[in-house]
């Protein structure tokens, strides 16, 4: 059964810093890995989607890659502002329908003005 | 604009009812899905819809019902034989169920009195 972790759990740095959340999961056979954000008390928005046969995608000040092989992946953030501040979940598809998705716990993130 | 759509926001369910979570969507999606959140736990997938007039269970599916009667609108059922119901609740819907969930709706929070 796939697992998936964040580390770490919860992190909280200054404005203007770069910073990486990590993500791993135990079955290297994925399909898809998506992060998501989420607001206290609101739904998730995905922020971006790597297939597995991609290295990493772009957003803005988002950059996420994969390493398949390793079952790891990075969400990078590049000059942190107050507005990121929320929880952060990475989700893996494993194939077979929607009970083929595993959601990570997320990492809670705090970013001070 | 096109979204998701849950209501109430916040519920409240006494001893031995039963309470239905609203959810519709205008994005023309096939698939939909329910969830539920608990607090330091990733998301865990109850039921999901690829098409109308079907369904399938996902995890933990035991206490709930849906139904799939309109392509916009899957209702969540939390029956009497739910004993921890609660807990925040999320809708979410994608194209097809190949690339999993891509937009959630806002969400419902039940309690219980």
């Known amino acids: 059964k796939q697992e998936v972790t964040q580390i770490p759990a919860a992190l909280s740095v200054p404005e203007g810093e770069n910073l990486v959340l990590n993500c791993s999961f135990t079955?290297?056979?994925?399909?898809?890995l998506q992060w998501f954000r989420q607001d206290p008390g609101k739904g998730l928005t995905s922020l971006l989607l790597i297939q597995s046969s991609q290295r990493e995608q772009t957003s803005g000040r988002l950059n996420a890659s994969l390493d398949k092989s390793s079952g790891r992946s990075t969400l990078y953030i590049a000059a942190s502002q107050p507005g990121d501040s929320a929880t952060y979940l990475c989700a893996v598809w494993s194939g077979g329908g929607a009970d083929g998705l595993t959601f990570g716990k997320g990492t809670h993130l705090i970013i001070q003005p | 604009d096109g979204g998701i759509t849950q209501s109430p926001k916040y519920l409240f369910r006494k001893e031995g009812q039963n309470v239905t979570l609203s959810c519709e969507q205008n994005?023309?999606?096939?698939?939909m899905y329910w969830y539920r959140q608990d607090p330091g736990q990733g998301l865990r997938l109850i039921y999901y819809s690829q098409i109308v007039n079907d369904f399938q269970k996902g995890d933990i599916a035991e206490g709930y019902s849906v139904s799939r009667e309109k392509k916009e609108s899957f209702p969540l059922t939390v029956t009497s034989a739910q004993k921890n119901p609660t807990a925040f609740y999320l809708c979410?819907?994608?194209?097809?169920?190949?690339?999993?969930?891509?937009?959630f709706g806002d969400g419902t929070r039940l309690s219980i009195l």
């Open positions: 994005l023309n999606h096939d698939a």
């Open positions: 979410a819907s994608s194209i097809s169920d190949s690339w999993g969930p891509q937009h």
């Open positions: 079955d290297s056979a994925i399909y898809n």
